[in-house]
């Protein structure tokens, strides 16, 4: 395996690592620089300081450098804030060493903040769902077996999941500020253990499917309908990709923005801007019309755009609280919108890619 790329260090206190297992695992509190070394590729050195903030103080790990292989956030104290600004992290999906295909996870943590992350994808986009699922089933960033966390200031580009909170990941989590594109599968899956998740002020902008809350067949899951998935100031464009053969045959199509289990979280949507352009996937019939209808709880102020040819298809239910638009109005409208978000938000990278007029 090749070693990753070291993280800057500031010369500060010695380190305190506590050796357990296969990890250094810390505690950040007594800590000026910490160390995490892991099997399956190593966050190898980050720098943390205090900043007052009122009366506590926010304790910041800083990671920097090029990463290559998985970078693991473990065990870290409650609360923990970790910044990448000066980091890059190279998802390597075309890799068969499988060595970097989770980049970038927090784990057996707690209320952790991650902020200004910037994740490279290279996901084939011209190969089908089911030709990837085995080898790519995936995610670019991930809470993983942890109590909640928040995302804030990010960019994905060219993942299978671009974000999940998985494995029974408990407690409250929230994505703000996330700007994703061509991620090949769910944009934020939720699966397993179907958290209380905030989504609000993103833009995701071309991807195959939407918000994923849905087990596998067969799987006994508890009623998560008092836990929420609250979607806020989110722009979501799918956008056509190769389907899953098997079922679709080789044409390029996307699935909805929700795949829902009818125990999973209740829902609520406000103020959001879906745009799509394709209706083959079974995922619009009786998931969208009815689990759909059944867990949306809050629903307000919202835009659903037909970017397709012809009139609005007559086959898609409308929730409450959208107001639809089609034809050209529709495109202006999503181009409009994206581009406000990108002036405003200004995240790394380069602007996203505009359906054609």
Same mark, same amino acid.
């Given at each position: 395996?090749? &070693?990753? &790329?070291?993280?800057? @260090?500031?010369?500060?206190?010695?380190?305190?690592?506590?050796?357990?297992?296969?990890? &250094?695992? #810390?505690?950040?509190?007594?800590?000026?620089?910490?160390?995490?070394?892991?099997?399956?590729?190593?966050?190898?050195?980050?720098?943390?300081?205090?900043?007052?903030?009122?009366?506590?103080?926010?304790?910041?790990?800083?990671?920097?450098?090029?990463?290559?292989?998985?970078?693991?956030?473990?065990? @870290?104290?409650?609360?923990a804030v970790v910044d990448c600004t000066s980091a890059k992290f190279y998802l390597g999906l075309t890799d068969a060493s499988r060595e970097n295909n989770y980049i970038l996870q927090v784990r057996a943590s707690r209320d952790t903040t991650v902020r200004n992350v910037d994740i490279i994808g290279d996901i084939p986009l011209d190969k089908s769902w089911d030709a990837q699922y085995q080898d790519n089933n995936s995610a670019a960033f991930a809470f993983i077996d942890s109590h909640g966390g928040t995302l804030e200031d990010a960019r994905i580009t060219r993942s299978w999941d671009a974000l999940r909170a998985a494995r029974d990941s408990e407690g409250h989590y929230e994505f703000r500020r996330v700007y994703a594109t061509q991620w090949?599968?769910?944009?934020?899956?939720?699966?397993?253990?179907?958290?209380?998740? @905030?989504?609000?002020?993103?833009? #995701?902008?071309?991807?195959?499917?939407?918000?994923?809350?849905?087990?596998?067949?067969?799987?006994?899951?508890?009623? &998560?309908?008092?836990?929420? @998935?609250?979607?806020?100031k989110v722009l979501m464009r799918l956008t056509p990709l190769p389907g899953n053969e098997q079922k679709y045959g080789t044409r390029a199509m996307h699935s909805s923005f929700v795949k829902l289990h009818r125990n999973c979280q209740s829902l609520e949507i406000t103020d959001n801007v879906w745009a799509f352009e394709n209706t083959d996937s079974t995922t619009w019939g009786s998931n969208w019309k009815d689990v759909f209808k059944e867990k949306l709880r809050v629903s307000e102020r919202n835009l659903l755009l037909w970017l397709g040819e012809g009139p609005f298809p007559e086959s898609v239910w409308v929730p409450p609280g959208f107001t639809t638009l089609d034809g050209q109005p529709a495109r202006d409208e999503w181009n409009r919108r994206r581009d406000e978000w990108l002036r405003r938000v200004r995240p790394t990278g380069g602007q996203g890619e505009a359906p054609s007029n």
């Amino acid at each position: 395996m090749p &070693a990753p &790329a070291r993280i800057g @260090l500031k010369a500060e206190p010695p380190m305190v690592p506590i050796m357990q297992g296969t990890c &250094a695992k #810390f505690a950040l509190p007594t800590v000026a620089a910490a160390m995490l070394s892991c099997s399956a590729g190593r966050l190898r050195e980050a720098e943390s300081e205090h900043r007052p903030r009122g009366e506590d103080s926010e304790q910041v790990l800083r990671v920097t450098g090029e990463h290559r292989t998985r970078v693991l956030l473990q065990d @870290l104290k409650p609360g923990a804030v970790v910044d990448c600004t000066s980091a890059k992290f190279y998802l390597g999906l075309t890799d068969a060493s499988r060595e970097n295909n989770y980049i970038l996870q927090v784990r057996a943590s707690r209320d952790t903040t991650v902020r200004n992350v910037d994740i490279i994808g290279d996901i084939p986009l011209d190969k089908s769902w089911d030709a990837q699922y085995q080898d790519n089933n995936s995610a670019a960033f991930a809470f993983i077996d942890s109590h909640g966390g928040t995302l804030e200031d990010a960019r994905i580009t060219r993942s299978w999941d671009a974000l999940r909170a998985a494995r029974d990941s408990e407690g409250h989590y929230e994505f703000r500020r996330v700007y994703a594109t061509q991620w090949r599968d769910d944009v934020i899956e939720t699966d397993s253990g179907y958290p209380d998740v @905030l989504i609000e002020d993103c833009l #995701f902008d071309g991807g195959y499917s939407g918000y994923s809350c849905r087990q596998g067949a067969g799987v006994d899951v508890p009623d &998560a309908s008092a836990r929420w @998935l609250r979607s806020r100031k989110v722009l979501m464009r799918l956008t056509p990709l190769p389907g899953n053969e098997q079922k679709y045959g080789t044409r390029a199509m996307h699935s909805s923005f929700v795949k829902l289990h009818r125990n999973c979280q209740s829902l609520e949507i406000t103020d959001n801007v879906w745009a799509f352009e394709n209706t083959d996937s079974t995922t619009w019939g009786s998931n969208w019309k009815d689990v759909f209808k059944e867990k949306l709880r809050v629903s307000e102020r919202n835009l659903l755009l037909w970017l397709g040819e012809g009139p609005f298809p007559e086959s898609v239910w409308v929730p409450p609280g959208f107001t639809t638009l089609d034809g050209q109005p529709a495109r202006d409208e999503w181009n409009r919108r994206r581009d406000e978000w990108l002036r405003r938000v200004r995240p790394t990278g380069g602007q996203g890619e505009a359906p054609s007029n």
